[in-house]
């Protein structure tokens, strides 16, 4: 399980698209369930996404949606599941009740007792739940004065049950002359089961088309040798490319070459 969090318009859902595009790539078969009612097939089409090979649910209850997340995983079928989002997550009985009234469930309540069942399931099962989740203030009080942190919504099953936390931050808006076209993000490693913690990244999203992933490769790829950098130039799989942005358009139009890099990137890293 995979929980990222972050305030609004930091990239949570972008992310969320670009693991879906990667694992279609793979041949998996991903579900996004929405209880949010915002997903946009054309802006997830815009990433890569193959929205004819997605299934997209909008289940109208907390109880539902995470259901659906336990019986999908329990299938075997589906490779990723992106749940968008936790905040979203209505109990049954807060929808019933007349808006005032005080009524018993509560989100945090169903989320502990639902994970508990999903957290055994992941344990038979290869998929991959991702979590979308949104940030509040909690007032915490002191005998001075009270201090405001922030805290997830949803309780603490899923800060627990998480393998992996991922926090994205807005740092920047990213400018095309006059307009703005784009922001950067920093996303920060919070807990990390699987490998070393506390690493953080900055990435740059392109509204319309997702993260720069070929800025990303390049980078990276420079700084691993599958690219070689003399200056201003790069080689580039026996091309010579002069400049950062050039190299960055051969990436764009070249899918084959970026496909044949980020191969070998994978390849190096998996085995360090």
Avoid: W
């Avoid at 957290?119 to 203030?137: D, E, K, P």
């Avoid at 490769?217 to 490319?241: D, K, P, Q």
């Avoid at 890099?261 to 190096?268: E, H, I, K, T």
């Amino acid at each position: 399980m995979v929980e990222i969090y972050g305030k609004e318009a930091s990239g949570k859902t972008t992310l969320a698209l670009h693991i879906i595009k990667e694992a279609q790539k793979l041949g998996g078969y991903c579900a996004y369930l929405d209880a949010e009612n915002a997903m946009d097939p054309s802006l997830a089409e815009s990433i890569g996404v193959d929205t004819e090979e997605l299934l997209i649910s909008r289940p109208d209850s907390a109880e539902k949606m995470l259901s659906i997340v336990d019986m999908l995983t329990k299938s075997g079928s589906v490779d990723v599941i992106v749940v968008d989002s936790v905040a979203a997550l209505a109990p049954q009985c807060e929808l019933d009740v007349p808006v005032g009234e005080r009524y018993k469930a509560t989100q945090s309540t169903i989320m502990t007792q639902a994970l508990g069942k999903i957290h055994y399931s992941v344990g038979y099962s290869q998929t991959l739940i991702v979590f979308l989740n949104q940030v509040r203030s909690h007032v915490k009080s002191s005998m001075c004065f009270p201090q405001a942190e922030e805290v997830t919504c949803g309780g603490n099953a899923l800060p627990f049950h998480a393998a992996i936390r991922l926090k994205m931050i807005r740092t920047g808006l990213i400018k095309t002359g006059n307009k703005i076209s784009g922001l950067n993000v920093c996303v920060q490693v919070v807990k990390n089961k699987l490998a070393p913690g506390k690493k953080k990244s900055e990435l740059g999203i392109h509204f319309g088309h997702g993260f720069y992933v070929e800025r990303e490769v390049l980078e990276l790829a420079c700084e691993h040798g599958v690219i070689i950098r003399e200056g201003t130039s790069y080689f580039i799989e026996g091309e010579v490319i002069d400049g950062k942005a050039a190299a960055e358009k051969y990436l764009v139009e070249k899918k084959e070459v970026l496909d044949t890099v980020v191969g070998s990137l994978r390849n190096q890293l998996f085995k360090m």
